[in-house]
Every structure is written in C-alpha cells, then in structure tokens.
DNA sequence: TCTGGGGTCCTAGGACCC
DNA sequence: TCTGGGGTCCTAGGACCC
C-alpha cells in the first residue's frame, strides 16, 4: 500500500505558522514580483480566487474582504518543507518526497486494520511538530493514493485521510476524470469528446486505445486506477539533467549592463545549483524578451546556446559565457521584461566529452570557494561586480513575512 | 515490373507535474 | 501600472549507419 501525504494549502499554512491571528481567516501568497496568486487559505478557494490569478485584477476582493496576501518566502517554506518531510521520515523507513508538500510512503508492513489509526495519528503528529495540516491518502497504487488524497480533502467525513481500493464504483463516478493524475487540461478535453467524464469510466477504457489515443503513460494511468501497480517508490533522487533560472524583472530593463547584471546573476545562481549536485555542463542558454502583456510596446524575443569547449561548472566560464551570449542577442530600443539562463546538457562530473583541440582545463576552485563563503557569510556575501549594476531588473517582493526559521534577525521574540 | 531489414541519435512539439 | 518559476517524459520525423 502507498500513502500520499499532501500539506493542505502549503505556502498559505506557513504563514500561519508564525502568525495564528491568521487562522480561519482569508491568506493568499503570492509569487515573485508579487505577479500572480500562486497559494490560497480555503477561505480564499471559496471566495472564488482561482489559482494563478493577477495580482491587480484582484485587488478589490482583496481588500473588500480583508485578505492577507505575502510574497513568496520561499526560505521559510523551504524550512518547514524539510521538518515536515523529517517528522514522516521518523514514522516511516520508505519516503519519496515528490515535491515541496507532497511525500508518497511505502505502507506495505502496516496492517490493513491499523492504517486507519496509523494515519490518523501521522497526521496529528505532523500538525503538532510543524504546525502544517496535511492530509493523506492510501491505496494500492501511486495514482489510486493520490486520488485517495483528493476525497480526503474534499469530503468532510474523512477528517483529513481516506482509503482507497479503485473497485469503489459510485464514488469514482463521481469525480471528475481530470482530478486524475497524469490527466491535464488538453487531456480531459479529448477523454470528455470520447464520452468519458468520470475516473471510473477512464478506469473501465480500453488499454490499447487510451495507448493509441495518449501515450503508454495513460495506459499505466488506466492499470493504476485498477489496483496494478506500474509506478514505483523513487527513493533515490536523481541529478537535474536540466537547469533554468529565470525571472521576470521587478521593472522594464533597456540598459545592457543592467540586463548583463541581470543575466550573470542567473548564470551564477545557476551554477550554484549545478554544483550542489556535483554536476558540469556542456552548453548554457541565454534568452531574454519584453513583455508579451504590453500592447503597445514593440515586442522582441531572442535566445542563443553558447557551447563550452569543456563541461564546466565554473561560476567565470559560466558567467562570461552568458554575458557573451546576451552580447549576440541584445538589441538595443526595447523595454525588456524577463531574461534567464537554462543549461541544457548537465552531466555527471565525472562524465565528460573532451576537445580534441585543446588541452584539458585546470580544475579551478573558484566555485567551491565562492559556494563556502556564501554558505557561511549569506548568500550573495561574494559575488560578480558586473552584477552589481542597476536595480531596475531586482525582484518586487513588498509583503514578505520574516524568514523565521533561517535568519537569527527575523526569530520571532517574545516579549 | 520488380527495390530489404535492422538499428541509433537528435530535435521539436506536446503533454503533464508541482 | 501591475500577469511566476521551475521541471520531466513521450512521440514523430528526419537523418544517419550497416
């Protein structure tokens, strides 16, 4: 058996961590440059907020009703993330943390007649420790879980945890076929057009023609729903073979060497995360374009993957690369918007296709060295000059809660 | 008139997830 | 005025190899 354990509403839950005047009342987090609605309290799921929402065009139900809205405090959701994922840990030997709130648990060496108990109390547990509520579904397959997961949260009668079996007909009519996991919006579209709305009319759809119609993953989505199991535990976890850092910029950037800030700071940060999972990169991309929301203003987009002649993971290769990429691409008259770095082919440190015409580059340590004092110092303690250029392009984040858990200057103090 | 039978690698595009 | 930021997997088609 699988259990999903999912924290309700995560980022809107932590804030109200440190803040228990918020409980029972309306929170909404919101994301970088304070743009979208991204995390909602239920009271804001019922006043009809839907995820994704743009800031301004909801800025008067905000204050009509009083909503608390945070920028994101991704150091702080981070935090009470790894608690969370530690108290499971501690009731259970096989966890897959799956995302920032979700952990699947291999509940196979609980009794049947004791996970009732066993989830009731992991719950109460998590709740008490972190503060976070969660909800936990358990079923003979990921998908099932997951799903187990959904009525949990939705029916009032399961205080927050319900056992799955797939063979539930009435209850699966019931839901909708793109609560599925693994079924989007396009997907749904195309299974509604065939005349199935419902999970249990996908779980009774033939296998080959859901094969023909998606693709082998829709197939084990079908087997899933059914009891058999096609998609294990993946309990060790698996470098990135790709990794982006991109932002929208707080205001309009048209100055190169404020854009040049801009992009190095990603590279740098890219290569912070490149290193962390000890891993180098063959090429890195730059892009940049204005902002497609702007009518009137002309609209450009480029991009451009600069090849290194070594797999490197060097924060100055890195860093010249990008701001030679951004040279080629740079064009001078627009207002830009958004600009970022993606390396696209991440390898293993120890797997590395070398020159045939140049000599090995020496190992420099500048990235281990950069890495420690930032660790020990802050992060950003040490860092590019070029960076330092301009302020246009940093982030808007006017409502973000104190880093409770990770700074010594935001501790709560109690007088 | 008739034209084999296997493969691999790469890329773009589409779909999904949080 | 103001619209997020990450990721993965699959398939088809093109190009190549013997």
New binding site residues.
Partial sequence: MYGLV?CNN?YASCERVFRPDLEGKPVAV???????I?ARSQEVKDLGVP???????W?DTIEQQGIAVFS?NSSLYGDLSSRVMNVLKDNCPTVEV?????AFLDLSLIPRDQLGDYCAQLKSQVRKWTGIPVSIGVAPTKTLA?LANHIAKKNPKANGCWLLMGTEQKRLSSIEV?????????????LNIAGINTVWQLSQMNKALA??M????ME?TIRELNGEPCLALELTQ????????????G??VSSYNSLRAAIVT?AT??GE?LRKQDSHTQSISVFIHT????DSAPQYKGSLEIPLDHPSNDPSVLANAASMGLKHIFKEGYSY??G?V??D??LPKHVAQLCLFSARPEQHKLGGVLDAINAKMGSNAIRFAATDVGSEWQ?NQNRRSPRYTTRWSDLKVVA
Avoid at 30 to 36: A, E, K, V
């Fill in positions: 999912d995560f919101l994301s970088n440059n304070d743009g979208c991204i995820m994704g929402a743009p800031m301004f065009k800025k994101a799956y995302s920032i709130d979700e997951k793109g609560e599925v996991w693994g079924v989007g919006r396009r997907l749904s579209k195309r094969r023909d998606a693709s082998v993953n084990r698996q470098p990135r073979q790709r990794i982006l850092v991109s932002r929208s910029f205001h309009d990603y940060r890219a995360k902002n497609p929301f702007s918007k958004r970022g993606m390396l082919q991440v982030m």
